[in-house]
């Protein structure tokens, strides 16, 4: 089976930076579309970034475009979420999530087979 490993939380300031990694293995990728999708507290799971596994198209949720770069590094089967200006209203637990599925579908969490167990990002004020 397909194993996800996210990992890169942590404490941080507002305005301040944080990278999430999420090590992929199991089966090749080449297919797949890998994303980013968070929770808060109380919150539904809302999705943030997705990339191609091959391919450059990507994309990201207006509430983290500018400040969150999503990028790839096949070589090592891992995928990034470089986290910059971070605020408060980032705090949250991010999931990696991978599967087969077409692009327009990228920000539904069913459409996803395969999930990271989180990681706890924490934005002070």
């Known amino acids: 089976q397909v194993q996800l490993l996210d990992s890169g939380g942590g404490l941080v300031q507002a305005g301040g930076s944080l990278r999430l990694s999420c090590a992929a293995s199991?089966?090749?990728?080449?297919?797949?579309?890998m994303g980013w999708f968070r929770q808060a507290p109380g919150k539904e799971r809302e999705f943030v970034s997705a990339?191609?596994?091959?391919?450059?198209?990507?994309y990201y949720a207006d509430s983290v475009k500018g400040r969150f770069t999503i990028s790839r590094d096949n070589a090592k089967n891992t995928v990034y979420l470089q986290m910059d200006s971070l605020k408060p209203e980032d705090t949250a637990v991010y999931y990696c999530?991978?599967?087969?599925?077409?692009?327009?579908?990228?920000?539904?969490?069913?459409?996803?087979?395969?999930w990271g167990q989180g990681t706890q990002v924490t934005v002070s004020s």
């Open positions: 990339i191609r596994w091959s391919g450059s198209n990507t």
């Open positions: 999530a991978a599967g087969t599925l077409y692009f327009s579908g990228i920000t539904r969490e069913r459409n996803y087979g395969y």
């Open positions: 199991g089966r090749t990728f080449g297919s797949y579309v």
